[in-house]
């Protein structure tokens, strides 16, 4: 189907490792031999893996290459992807990245090449599989969008690349393969000044009024806006302390830590967005009232109609039906922070400023204790912004 693919044969690994590793001392050194074939002429092979000065160090990577070689010549990709990349990966990333993993594996991994036997996969297979996933008829919807396809593919490739380094694999065959070309985006990245004003003055009295001028006027990231405690804000003197993020674990609201010590970070806010949280906070005092709950005991700054956290995927939501009542174009929380940066970058006209603000993780500078203070020069960018929402 793909002639213009290098053959099976052409591709496949030079070398398969068939015995245990060996350690052997040779010329005062200490070395790690170990025994396979040729799968493409079935001639019996030995490689060195390694020479080291001592036999401890020598012995160290032979058990580890026996360790990785714990499958058969029959491994089939389910059997190592799930049960030794996948568990492997078990409190090494955060959860959600995880479940991501999962999703792949298991909806679109397995079901389509799960049975394949690890040392048979090849560019050839893993390009029909591409086609499987994103490609379709004319008129039809296909399996996944080039998007998501890429995403499956990258952790396949993940996964392969581990084979490598346990010798499960001679080379990782989703290297030699090309991810789908992702479509122009449809939805637009960020707002005009005009835009972002219009969306504002439509929302004057939604009850989240102040979460999407707060957005505007810093590029906060959705879950650190909506992990915002009061106790992070100090309206006397005007800034907001980026501190912990809200996340979706499984399906449901987890406060986390931020990713990087770049993204802990202080910023200066504006007279008007001051006054824009402080109608807030008499608002939302209202509603808990209303609602019998303890307002001094409640800490995030934007909650829910019943008093809880806001779903993070339900703040995309919100916005898209505000954006089309304000005739806008649709825009994503994401969207906020790009329209942020873009207007910060030509109200300021200081990148590094900015970087600083948007919790970039290549700034020079970390605050990395509570102050009440902000240099001059953000104090500036904060006032800048401020007055074009004012």
């Not at 039809?140 to 346990?166: D, F, I, W, Y």
């Not at 996340?247 to 824009?276: F, H, Q, W, Y």
């Not at 200081?350 to 970390?366: A, V, Y």
């Amino acid at each position: 189907m793909y002639a213009e693919c290098m053959s099976y044969d052409s591709w496949r690994m030079e070398w398969v490792p068939q015995d245990e590793p060996t350690v052997q001392r040779q010329r005062g050194k200490w070395t790690v031999r170990q025994g396979g074939y040729d799968p493409s002429t079935g001639r019996r092979k030995v490689r060195q893996l390694g020479t080291f000065d001592t036999k401890r160090a020598a012995t160290e990577l032979a058990k580890s290459v026996a360790a990785g070689r714990a499958g058969s010549a029959d491994e089939t990709v389910e059997a190592f992807v799930v049960d030794v990349w996948l568990r492997s990966k078990e409190g090494r990333v955060e959860q959600s990245t995880l479940d991501q993993y999962r999703w792949a594996v298991e909806r679109h991994i397995v079901p389509l090449i799960g049975a394949v036997r690890l040392r048979d996969l090849t560019p050839e297979i893993l390009d029909d599989w591409i086609v499987d996933l994103n490609g379709a008829p004319e008129g039809e919807k296909p399996r996944l969008g080039a998007t998501s396809t890429r995403l499956v593919r990258k952790v396949l490739s993940m996964a392969l690349e581990e084979a490598v380094q346990r010798r499960r694999l001679g080379r990782n065959p989703v290297a030699l393969t090309q991810p789908p070309r992702a479509k122009r985006a449809t939805t637009r990245k960020s707002w005009t000044v005009e835009e972002a004003k219009t969306f504002l003055a439509a929302n004057r009295k939604h009850r989240l009024y102040a979460l999407f001028h707060l957005g505007l006027v810093t590029g906060l990231r959705r879950g650190e806006l909506l992990g915002l405690r009061w106790t992070d804000l100090d309206l006397e003197h005007g800034t907001v302390e980026v501190a912990q993020q809200l996340a979706v674990v499984r399906g449901r609201p987890v406060m986390k830590d931020l990713k990087t010590e770049s993204s802990d970070r202080i910023l200066a806010i504006g007279e008007r967005a001051v006054e824009v949280l402080e109608e807030h906070r008499t608002r939302q005092a209202a509603e808990h009232v209303v609602l019998g709950l303890d307002t001094s005991a409640v800490e995030l700054v934007f909650t829910s109609e019943v008093g809880g956290w806001i779903d993070p995927n339900n703040f995309g939501r919100i916005m898209e039906r505000l954006a089309k009542d304000a005739g806008v174009p649709r825009l994503t929380p994401k969207g906020l922070r790009h329209t942020a940066q873009s207007i910060g970058r030509v109200v300021v006209g200081d990148d590094k400023i900015m970087q600083e603000r948007l919790g970039h993780s290549d700034i020079g500078i970390t605050l990395n204790t509570y102050t009440h203070t902000v240099s001059e020069q953000h104090r500036r960018a904060g006032d800048l912004i401020d007055g074009v929402f004012d």
